[in-house]
């Protein structure tokens, strides 16, 4: 066992990988594909993928990255909240009570993930920090709305204020030796503070909301494939050229879906609001995290990745059945949004697989 992982209880990411596990079933049964089982848990597909895996694998490296025993009690309560969720999905009339209690646990969870910005931000008081600092203080409200029994749709913009941030922040602290072009940052600031605003006014008003945080993902989004250092890195080789692919393709996943609000405000259900969610979380989110992975892994484990070109097959599955899944959303072609969903989710399962073979390889070459 290597030095990191006696200090880091990783184990505690478990509930968060059990809770992708569910979020994937679950997505499959809206998409809609019949299973035999799982349909009692559908409608936690949000809660499940965003607070129960999401926040547990951010609390998870934010706690690694602060170094303190206690910050990993965020990851617990985000992981712990997912299995309480699904374990009310086996009674229709318990159902309540447990999500309920499992948006207590991901309240818990979010101020934890506070708790920890603000550890780090005393420690570290820089811009790209506060801007992740803010993306914890609105997954801390989703997750408030969840326990107030607001809707799912409700949460939804803090949750993606939260994704947002916390990418875009970790992005600008690691391009923080480049020097900006003049006025740059005065417009990523800009950007931050409208979509922080958008999550604000979501509460009183969807469609304009829609169309502040719509602006917002556009305006980052253009930001970041025109100053990030991945424009320079996309031209060397091996793993470097990899995450650089990775994040400029998420980046434009961010404008199109920034666009997709301007143009659709105010839907909170049906294809278009489909459309809006995942190329945000899917063609975003989840290619940073495809990005990011052979980076992180290490750092949380203590274990090496041995990186090899076949990394590129999941992701572009990805992209393309994303392509395929937006397509169908936007020309209402049910069949192709469904087929792209389930690829969307092979991806996943094949980067996953991808990754955990990787590391295998990296233990055998270290151990050689």
């Known amino acids: 066992m ?17 809770s992708l596990v569910f979020a ?22 949000g809660p499940l ?8 694998v951010i609390a998870a490296e934010r706690a690694s990255a602060l170094g303190r025993v206690w910050a990993w009690l965020a990851v617990a309560a985000n992981g712990s909240g997912a299995l309480v969720m699904l374990a009310g999905s086996t009674s229709p009339i318990a159902q309540q009570f447990f999500l309920q209690a499992g948006a207590s ?54 949750w993606s204020v ?17 020097r900006p072009r003049r006025g740059t940052g ?38 970041l494939i025109m100053n990030d250092i991945a424009r320079r890195t996309v031209r060397m080789s091996g793993v470097t050229r990899y995450t650089a692919i990775c994040l400029l393709s998420g980046y434009v996943w961010l404008v199109v879906s920034g666009l997709s609000l301007l143009t659709n405000p105010g839907e909170l259900a049906g294809l278009r609001y489909d459309l809006i969610l995942h190329t945000l979380y899917v063609g975003f989110v989840l ?59 092979v991806a996943l399962l094949l980067f996953l697989g991808v990754m955990v073979a990787a590391v295998r390889r990296g233990n055998r070459e270290s151990a050689a």
């Not at 994937?24 to 597909?45: C, S, T």
């Not at 993928?49 to 547990?56: A, K, N, Y």
């Not at 209402?332 to 087929?339: Q, S």
């Open 2 to 18: 290597s030095q990191q992982e006696k200090q880091n209880p990783i184990f505690l990411v478990i509930p968060g990988l059990v």
């Open 24 to 45: 994937l079933v679950a997505g499959l049964i809206r998409l809609p594909w019949e299973l035999p089982f799982g349909n009692n848990f559908a409608l936690l597909h």
């Open 49 to 56: 993928m965003v607070s129960g895996f999401l926040g547990t």
């Open 105 to 158: 646990l991901f309240v818990l969870g979010g101020i934890g993930l506070v708790g920890i910005f603000a550890a780090i931000l005393r420690r570290e008081p820089t811009f790209f920090n506060a801007i992740m600092g803010l993306g914890a203080v609105a997954y801390l409200f989703g997750n408030l709305m969840l326990l107030a029994g607001q809707s799912i749709p409700s949460a939804v913009p803090f």
């Open 162 to 178: 939260f994704l947002v941030s916390t990418i875009a922040g970790e992005r600008l602290e690691l391009n923080r030796f480049l």
């Open 186 to 223: 005065a417009v990523f600031g800009l950007a931050v503070v409208l979509l922080a605003a958008g999550g604000v006014i979501s509460v009183f008003d969807r469609p304009v909301a829609d169309r502040v945080m719509g602006f917002s993902f556009f305006v980052l989004g253009a930001w």
């Open 287 to 345: 290619t940073m995290i495809f990005g990011h992975a052979p980076i992180i892994v290490p750092a949380l484990t203590g274990r090496a990745v041995d990186y090899r070109g076949h990394f590129y097959l999941p992701l572009i599955l990805l992209h393309t059945s994303l392509l395929l899944r937006a397509g169908g959303d936007h020309f209402l072609l049910l069949t192709a949004r469904r087929w792209g969903g389930l690829l969307n989710e």
